[in-house]
């Protein structure tokens, strides 16, 4: 066989394009690395006391940050489950039943609805949706707000608000990846299923159960962007470092209270505190959105394997 031959200018491409490569890894390490020493003086003075008390206080050199983190995963949490099947529901409809002539234009506005500025839904939510959720509080008897999760203040700003907003934030962004991975299955499944006899809901359950891995990735994604959203969350959810399980309680998030003091933070430990949130916000995004991407990557490999054995996944239709 003949020996491959390489020019000067695609060593350099190689050369060029594994520079860059490595750069985002060195970035990220960077990074990570710089969050770590910034936040060494709360490490050394709190160690682990700082994630498990409640005391936030600046003046007297107080600082926990379990109610920023209670914060953060319950409204993340409550707003994929909120979000999930919806999107899911989204990206069945566009992918398998939605008419050729309206499939474009749903396309166009689930990507621009995934690409408008967290600050753009923030102001919609202060003149929308927190007066919606006012109202709501409004009309709960008295009974009903004497239960923990559903008393507060009735002012709007609570937990709640931030939730459905982070809901509708994630639906698009959730829902265009998951329509990606539905589009990515065979059409030989679909072929399969109606060859066994099946209904046009057990074939659309067929291409489900072969993406189920890309779909979890992409509900895994839009938990992360949840995760880490700062500015919208702040304008509605109350901005209040008081641990509570209520819905219409103001609450605080790791991004929220970053956004909030840092600006305004009086002496280095202060700062200190801040940067180790956001070291910990930063660990726990990167592994979310790593095991995303390794999920989606996976369907690939599933792909290929039930490309040679199509029958494998429609044991359930047969």
Same mark, same amino acid.
């Given at each position: 066989?003949?020996?491959?031959?390489?020019?000067?200018?695609?060593?350099?491409?190689?050369?060029?394009?594994?520079?860059?490569?490595?750069?985002?890894?060195?970035?990220?390490?960077?990074?990570?690395?710089?969050?770590?020493?910034?936040?060494?003086?709360?490490?050394?003075?709190?160690?682990?006391?700082?994630?498990?008390?409640?005391?936030?206080?600046?003046?007297?050199?107080?600082?926990?940050?379990?109610?920023?983190?209670?914060?953060?995963?319950?409204?993340?949490?409550?707003?994929?489950?909120?979000?999930?099947?919806?999107?899911?529901?989204?990206?069945?409809?566009?992918?398998?039943?939605?008419?050729?002539?309206?499939?474009?234009?749903?396309?166009?506005?689930?990507?621009?609805?995934?690409?408008?500025?967290?600050?753009?839904?923030?102001?919609?939510?202060?003149?929308?949706?927190?007066?919606?959720?006012?109202?709501?509080?409004?009309?709960?008897?008295?009974?009903?707000?004497?239960?923990?999760?559903?008393?507060?203040?009735?002012?709007?700003?609570?937990? #709640?608000? @931030?939730?459905?907003?982070?809901?509708?934030? +994630? %639906?698009?962004?959730?829902?265009?990846? $998951?329509?990606?991975? *539905?589009?990515?299955?065979?059409?030989?499944?679909?072929?399969?299923?109606?060859?066994?006899?099946?209904?046009?809901?057990?074939?659309?359950?067929?291409?489900?159960?072969?993406?189920?891995?890309?779909?979890?990735?992409?509900?895994?994604?839009?938990?992360?962007?949840?995760?880490?959203?700062?500015?919208?969350?702040?304008?509605?959810?109350?901005?209040?470092?008081?641990?509570?399980?209520? #819905?219409? @309680?103001?609450?605080?998030?790791?991004?929220? +209270? %970053?956004?909030?003091?840092?600006?305004? $933070?009086?002496?280095? *430990?202060?700062?200190?505190?801040?940067?180790?949130?956001?070291?910990?916000?930063?660990?726990?995004?990167f592994l979310i959105n790593a095991a995303s991407r390794l999920l989606i990557w996976g369907i690939t490999h599933q792909k290929k394997e039930s490309g040679k054995a199509p029958a494998a996944t429609l044991e359930s239709v047969a």
């Amino acid at each position: 066989m003949k020996k491959r031959r390489f020019s000067a200018s695609d060593v350099l491409f190689k050369a060029g394009t594994r520079t860059l490569a490595l750069f985002l890894v060195a970035l990220v390490v960077a990074i990570g690395g710089i969050l770590i020493y910034q936040s060494m003086p709360t490490i050394r003075l709190f160690g682990l006391n700082f994630w498990r008390t409640q005391e936030w206080n600046p003046v007297t050199g107080q600082f926990g940050a379990l109610p920023f983190i209670w914060g953060t995963l319950y409204s993340s949490i409550l707003a994929m489950l909120i979000a999930a099947p919806i999107s899911i529901g989204v990206a069945i409809y566009i992918s398998e039943l939605c008419p050729n002539w309206l499939r474009q234009p749903l396309v166009f506005l689930t990507e621009l609805l995934a690409s408008v500025p967290s600050i753009i839904y923030g102001l919609w939510g202060i003149f929308v949706l927190v007066p919606a959720v006012r109202y709501v509080q409004m009309l709960c008897p008295d009974w009903l707000r004497e239960v923990p999760l559903f008393s507060g203040p009735r002012n709007g700003l609570s937990l #709640l608000s @931030a939730a459905l907003i982070l809901t509708i934030m +994630v %639906i698009p962004f959730t829902s265009s990846i $998951a329509r990606e991975v *539905l589009k990515a299955v065979p059409m030989a499944q679909r072929e399969t299923a109606y060859a066994l006899g099946a209904t046009r809901w057990e074939a659309t359950m067929v291409a489900l159960h072969y993406g189920r891995v890309g779909i979890v990735g992409a509900i895994m994604l839009g938990f992360g962007r949840a995760f880490g959203e700062t500015m919208a969350v702040t304008m509605v959810i109350g901005n209040n470092p008081k641990l509570s399980l209520s #819905l219409f @309680a103001p609450q605080y998030t790791m991004a929220a +209270v %970053i956004a909030n003091e840092f600006a305004e $933070a009086a002496d280095d *430990l202060h700062i200190s505190a801040l940067v180790e949130i956001g070291l910990v916000l930063f660990i726990v995004t990167f592994l979310i959105n790593a095991a995303s991407r390794l999920l989606i990557w996976g369907i690939t490999h599933q792909k290929k394997e039930s490309g040679k054995a199509p029958a494998a996944t429609l044991e359930s239709v047969a």
